[in-house]
């Protein structure tokens, strides 16, 4: 209904401007006919006047004169009758064009007002429909994210270095739009060769960022004719350990704990580990094994970290949005001007919802004291979380650009989705691997001390 009304009200706006321009035609054509005739009425006069004063010189006063302004009289008569006739016209015609005029303001001032509302509308029906695209959005990602998690070490480790080499390019394209040329092939092969060690030779892989740079000064002394600049050979380095080394971390923790005995969730689980076992055995063995360890406790660790991150993504925005007054960059000016719109009231809302979803994680992994090494846990996800996310802004705001790349609609680049968790991967890491055995092997010495069994 709202794209017909507006149809016909263009072509009201269209015949209306039609109407005038003809309108504008007749009214000059108008003006030059009474301008011609005004000119032959000048002209009359003074040719009469001429004769007049030629024949007062011979004849009596009387006669010729009364002729003579009678016939002036007969001359002026009609031409002041189609000047008279020719102004009436100029003043209808100018009188309906003022008429057509006003119409069509008044067409154009309901065809913008239509128009303003249309777009108002349209406006609103975008803001409606984007957070309904959002939540599906977010659905469909989250049950991707845990078939992928949980699909097992391999699956895991080459879907995580695709993504990550991606990332590692917008990275560079981005240095690359500033005028920076950083060494970009030896920094993709390293931070493949960082997630390939993490998954088949752990032990070789923190070694892997040293030789990766000193292969990378290598190359920039031996391929480059000219001597490389220090942001090239910095931008190169920050590549392979921001999105390279970092990340790698999480293929690690996927490693971690053979089973699922020590979590609650054990018992419902068994009967899928079972069913997914006998398949891959049933495979021919000439076929690869693609699952390996399809859920550990490592990963039940990954997918609820990153739950736990996600979600204090969106309850920063909703608690900010709520509450925010405090901007961020009153206690941190770097970071207000990198993200402006972040607020103090917003992050803390994002740690307490954090803290909610890994108390709950800590509970099913059976983490000693659980409801404090839960959400003492989930404030540190949510600080790190944040600081993914702010390094990521000021890495764009000083490049002038929005956006890492758009491979994703609405959502920018693989970056853009990924910077909040790229920091937790040590920190997750050094919690499955060092804290939490620590932590229980306390709880297990207190409790043979105390003569109680431990659960």
């Known amino acids: 209904g709202t794209a017909t009304t507006t149809t016909t009200m263009t072509a009201e706006v269209e015949e209306a401007r039609t109407r005038l321009l003809k309108a504008c035609g007749e009214l000059m054509g108008a003006m030059e006919r009474a301008e011609k005739k005004a000119a032959a009425a000048t002209a009359a006069a003074n040719a009469t006047e001429a004769a007049t004063l030629s024949s007062s010189t011979t004849l009596t006063e009387e006669g010729p004169m009364v002729g003579t302004n009678a016939a002036a ?15 009436v016209e100029a003043s209808a015609e100018v009188a309906l064009t003022t008429t057509e005029v006003k119409d069509l303001a008044d067409t154009d001032a309901e065809t913008s007002s239509s128009s303003s509302s249309t777009s108002a509308s349209a406006v609103v029906a975008a803001k409606k429909k984007k957070p309904r695209r959002s939540v599906l959005f977010g659905a469909v990602m989250g049950a991707l994210v845990a078939c992928w998690v949980f699909s097992g070490n391999y699956i895991f480790t080459a879907v995580f270095t695709a993504m990550t080499i991606l990332g590692q390019l917008e990275y560079y394209r981005m240095c690359m739009s500033s005028g920076i040329y950083p060494a970009r092939r030896i920094s993709v092969v390293g931070a ?69 005995e020590p979590t609650r969730i054990a018992p419902l689980v068994a009967p899928l580990l079972g069913f997914i076992g006998k398949t891959a055995d049933s495979l021919p063995n000439f076929l690869p094994k693609a699952v390996h360890l399809p859920i550990t406790e490592g990963s039940v660790f990954i997918f609820w970290t990153w739950l736990c991150i996600a979600f204090a993504d969106v309850g920063g925005y909703f608690f900010g949005r709520a509450f925010g007054k405090t901007k961020l960059g009153r206690i941190a000016p770097a970071a207000g001007v990198a993200s402006p719109n972040k607020t103090v ?5 994002g740690c307490l919802v ?102």
């Open 73 to 87: 009289a007969l001359v002026a008569e009609p031409m002041s009758t189609d000047a008279t006739i020719s102004g």
């Open 345 to 349: 009231e917003g992050f803390l809302g």
């Open 192 to 260: 493949a060769s960082m997630f390939v060690t993490a998954l088949f030779a752990p032990e070789l892989h923190q070694i892997c960022l040293p030789l990766f740079g000193i292969g990378a000064m290598i190359w920039f002394l031996t391929m480059r004719r000219q001597v490389s600049t220090i942001p090239e050979i910095a931008t190169t380095f920050t590549g392979m350990f921001y999105l390279g080394y970092v990340p790698s971390f999480w293929v690690r923790i996927r490693l971690l704990g053979g089973g699922l």
């Open 354 to 455: 954090s803290s909610v979803l890994a108390a709950a994680g800590a509970w099913v992994m059976r983490w000693p004291l659980w409801y404090l090494s839960g959400p003492i846990h989930g404030v540190y996800l949510a600080l790190l979380g944040l600081v993914g996310d702010l390094t990521a802004s000021m890495l764009k705001r000083d490049a002038g650009i929005k956006d890492f790349g758009d491979l994703i609609p609405e959502h920018g680049g693989i970056m853009d989705r990924v910077d909040s968790y790229v920091f937790t991967a040590p920190y997750g890491w050094l919690v499955c691997a060092y804290v939490i055995p620590w932590l229980r092997r306390v709880a297990a010495g207190a409790a043979a001390a105390a003569g109680v069994p431990v659960p």
